[in-house]
C-alpha cells in the first residue's frame, strides 16, 4: 500500500505552512537551544545504545524497559517500583496506543532506519533516543496494556506531541483506541497529534480514510495539527518504508517548531 500523509481542515494549512515557512537556519536555532537544555545526555546514550545494537546484545529501548517513574536522564536507569511520575526534564515526544499496536517495533525501527521488530511488550516505560540529519529527538513510549494506560493522561503536558499508535488490522479494538485517544485529546486541546495506522501490510488492515472514520478524528480539535500516516514495518532488517521516514521527517520538524 502506497502509504500518504493525510492532514485535515485547518490544520493541516497551517502546519504545513509553519513547516514550510520556517528556513532552516531558524529551525537550526530552535535545535541548538534544545540541545543547550541538556540534551547531550540522551545523545551520548543514544551512542552507547548504537553500540549495544550492533553486538548484538539487547537493544538500547529493552535496555530501558523499566516498570516504575522513567530515569532516562541519569546514567544508570534501573527497576524501581512506584510511585509513577510525570519525567521532569526535556519534553519528550510522547509514543502511545493500545497494547500490540506496534510502538516499541516503529521506535526500534525509527531509531536504526532499518525494521527491527520488537519482541516483548513494554513493561512501564521505554525512551528512545533518535538522531536525525539536524535534530535530535527524545520519544517516551509507555507501555499498551491496560495496567498503564492509566498512567498516559499524567504526561501530556510533558510532551512536545502525541504520536499515537493503533493497529490497523485490529478492528474490534478501534472503538478501544478512540476511547483512548479522544480521552487524551480532551485532556489537552492543542498538543500536536500524529497518528500512525500502523500495519498496513496486512491484508485486513484498513485504509487511513477508514483509520479516520474509525478514529473520530474529525473531532479532534480544530486549533490542533493532526497527522495521519499509514505505516508498517516489515522483513527484520529491511530499511523502513518511505512513510515511515517521512513521518519521521515531519515529526523532527514538529518537533523543532514548539517553543
Ligand atoms: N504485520 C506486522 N506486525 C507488526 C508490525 N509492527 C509491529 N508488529 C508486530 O506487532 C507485535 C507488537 O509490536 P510491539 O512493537 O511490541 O507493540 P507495542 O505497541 O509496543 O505493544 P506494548 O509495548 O505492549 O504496548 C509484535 O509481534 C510485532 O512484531 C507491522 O507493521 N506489521
Ligand atoms: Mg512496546
Redesign the pocket.
Known sequence: VEMENMKKGKAKEVAKEKIKGKGKEERRKVVEKGKEKGKEDCRRKDKEQEKKKVQGKETASEKKQFKGKPEIEKSSSTSTAIPLEPPEKNKQILVL?L???????ILHSLALNRVQ??KE??QGFNAVCIDTEDNQMEFL?I???EPFRSSWEMYLSKGLLLIF?VDSADHNRLPEAKKYLHQLTEANPILPLVVFA??Q??EAAYHITDIHEALGLSEVGNDRKLFLFGT???TNGSEIPSTMQDAKDLIAHLAADVP
Open positions: 496506543g497494547d500490540g499496536a506496534g510502538k516499541t517495533s521488530h520488537s511488550p513494554t513510549e507501555g499498551g496494556s499508535v500502523h500495519k501490510d496486512l508498517q514495518v516489515t
